[in-house]
Structure formats: C-alpha cells, structure tokens
DNA sequence: TGGGCGGGTGAGCAAGCGCTTAGCGACCCG
DNA sequence: CGGGTCGCTAAGCGCTTGCTCACCCGCCCA
C-alpha cells in the first residue's frame, strides 16, 4: 500500500470487513484523481486487489459506495464543527477553533475532501437531498458561531449570511489545490486560513 | 431559447457560424449541469437542435469543445486580471478592483466558470499543461497586486503566496456556489467580496 | 465426515458510449 | 442548366460500461 493510501485509509479504520475498507479507500482514490462518472468499477476493484464482480458482495451499486464515502465525510465535518461552536470561550477563538480543525481536515485527507465536496452532483436524488441536509447544517454551525461575535460586539461584518457563505467555500477549497508535496503542512494552513477568517470578519487579533 | 440560455450565450458571441455556437452554449451548460464526463455527445447535439453526427462537423471530439471553453475562459480571466493589475491606482483599489470584476463574472456566467474552473481535469495532456499555464499567469497577477501592497506599506499579509491562494479560491468558488435564483446579484457579491478581501490583507477601508 | 455459508472468480450480457460513413437537399457560380 | 460544395442526417460500428450469474474454495460446527 502506497503512503498515499495509507493516510487515505486512517480515515476509514471502521469500515468492514477489511475487503470493504479496500474498495472504499480504491474508490476515494479513483473518485478524486478521476472523479465519480471516469472511474469504472474495474478500476476501483483492481485497486482494491479484487475481480470487479467482488465489488457487488460488498456493495450494491457503484453509487452506494460514493454515498457512504459521502456520508462519513459529511458527518465528520459537521461534528467537527458542531463542536466548535458548543465549547466554551469567545466567539473569535471558536471560530479560529472551527476553521483550524476543518481546514486541517481538508488538507490532510484531501482526497477525501475532494470526493465529499466535489461530487456530490453524481448522487441518486434521494442521497443529494440528505446530504444536501447535513451541508445546510455545517452551514448553520458556522453562522451560529459568526452570529455570537457580533451579537457579543466581538465581530464586525459586512453581512452575517454571505460572510458565512464566503468562510465555508474558503476552507472547502482547500481541498482542490492542497498538495502533499508542496511547501504547506496542514497544520501551517490551518493557522494561515483561521488568521484569514479573523480578519474578515473583523475580530481583533493578537499581534 | 432559455433565459439561463440567453445569459450563456453572451460569452460566446465571436464563435462563428451559428450552429458551432449553439453547440458550445449546449456544452457548456451540459457540462456545468452533469459533469464533462457524464454529459454525452447526444445531449449536447440534442441541445444545440442537431443530430448526433452534426457535432463532429464544427469539433473533431468532444474534449475540443471542453478545450475550447476552457481556454475562452481562461483568456477572459487573465485578462480581466492583468487589466486590474496594469491600471494605475492605489494596490488597494486595485486588488478590490480585481476581485469586484473576476467574482462578478464567475456570479454572473456560474455555468461557464463552473466547467472552467473544475472540469479542467478532463482535458487531454497537452491541453491541460496550456490551461494549467494560463492559471499560473492568472494567480501571478493577483499575487503581484498583493506583493505591490505590501512594499508600499498599504497591506499586512502574513504570507503573501498563501494570501493569494486563498484569494483565489474564494473568488473561484463563486461559481460553484452562486444561484442565480438566490437573493444576492452578481454585483452585490462582488463588493461583499472585495470588501471581505480588503480585510484579509489588512488595508484601510473607507468606514 | 460432510454440508452449509460467507467471500471470491471468470465469463459475459444488455445498454450506452464516442465517433464514422454514405448519402441527401439547398445553394452558388460558370 | 449542371456540377461542386457545405451543412446536415440516419444508420450503425466497435468498444466499454455497470452489473449478473453460475460456479468454486476454505472454514466451521454437527
């Protein structure tokens, strides 16, 4: 197994059996270099070591594979969001909190990431709207937090919704461009975009 | 001919004659709705009002009617940028300038900027490389305008290569976000947008 | 010992894909 | 009037796709 799958597989340790786990870790690969509708079913089997036939014992369809991936994705980042905004402190150290913690994630799964934000047009109508359901609430969370400074004076925004709107799309495209093997850890990114965050909704920072 | 149609087309007025036009509005959208590799040659024909057989009368393959709007658009962006970097003017006016126009044509022409900006992925090798070319000309601009910033004094970034990305991603994601149908005009987001981005890198703004 | 069962394979089917080819009508120019 | 050209179509070719099916192997417990 490649470095690469390896740190695309630690976040799928619960999938099983292990065969499953292999076609889940095949298809965030293929899903992410190639995207949904390119990656055949061969392809994804091959990766995971398997005839394509064995694809279907584990899963039903090709689909159901990228809504699990889908799923998992989604509801990481809403708990990891969610708690953000539950912890004590100020809104600003929060909302730093949130974007370090999401930004990290779609840096250091970044293949992951791609699939999760990128690919969810290819769902059957059904997954699209559950998923679209759980955006709607990482979404909020991130309002929720925004809202707090600036009722709290903490903050000073344009306008609370498209400020929102703008920090979320800013931390989900970190996954498109991050490079593994570029100058940046992901630790470095989290901390640069959380600056970034702070700026534009006009909390004070420390020097 | 749609209103969504109507928007679309007004990018690809100079492609000559009529029906390679058509075919390239057809593509676009078709592209921007499903994905390049979801979208079939039968759709994009049928859109148009041709037969299959027709596409391959004005466009060898379909990946040249990809590279065709791709490179458009490209083109269109690096020059909308360089102009905002080539007038004179304080960095500040200049990088809100920048950022006003390139949101504002990612809002108002989502379905062109969504195939350009995320179905790059699709092209052949050697176009990809030329694209990928055009992109790095287009991040040159912006990172210069912020570079100029912070050597007359006017910004404080805490990095400027990082700074840029993250300008550039923000800007980009406005396509794959921006619903014509939602409250916010492609003006509108543009000056929040710029506004928001005058704030990430530090500069005085009017109150 | 043996039979069921979970996990796997090789071969292949029906449908749909990108693209080609033979031919057709409208038009322009000598 | 006649022939070449341009834009287009109907039909279909060769191939790949998602998915299925008949069969097989190793393991576990009666």
Redesign the interface.
């Known amino acids: 197994m490649s470095a690469e799958a390896a740190t695309t597989g630690e976040a799928w340790e619960d999938v099983t059996p292990d065969a499953a786990r292999r076609l889940v870790i095949a298809a965030v690969q293929a899903f992410a270099e190639?995207?949904y509708?390119?990656t055949t079913t061969r392809d994804i089997a091959g990766r995971a070591g398997m005839s394509p036939a064995a694809l279907y014992i584990h899963y039903k369809t090709k689909e159901e594979l990228l809504y699990q991936i889908s799923r998992v994705g989604h509801q990481r980042s809403l708990a990891m969001l969610g708690e953000a905004r539950d912890t004590a402190g100020s809104a600003a150290d929060r909302l730093a909190a949130a974007v370090r913690a999401f930004v990290r994630w779609h840096a250091e799964h970044h293949t992951t990431g791609r699939v999760v934000q990128?690919e969810l047009?290819?769902l059957a109508p059904d997954h699209y709207t559950e998923i679209v359901g759980l955006r709607r609430q990482t979404e909020d969370a991130i309002r929720t937090i925004i809202a707090d400074g600036v009722a709290a004076g903490e903050f000073d925004v344009?306008?609370v919704n498209?400020?929102t709107?703008?920090v979320l799309?800013?931390c989900?495209?970190?996954a498109?461009?991050f490079n593994p093997a570029g100058r940046?850890t992901p630790d470095e990114?989290g901390a640069?975009?959380a600056?970034?965050v702070l700026?534009?909704v006009?909390a004070p920072r420390e020097p």
Do not use: C
Request: hydrophobic share 40%; proline share 3%.
């Open positions: 190639r995207g509708h390119a990128y047009g290819a344009p306008e498209g400020t709107l703008a799309s800013l989900i495209d970190v498109r461009w940046r990114v640069l975009y600056d970034l700026r534009m006009g």
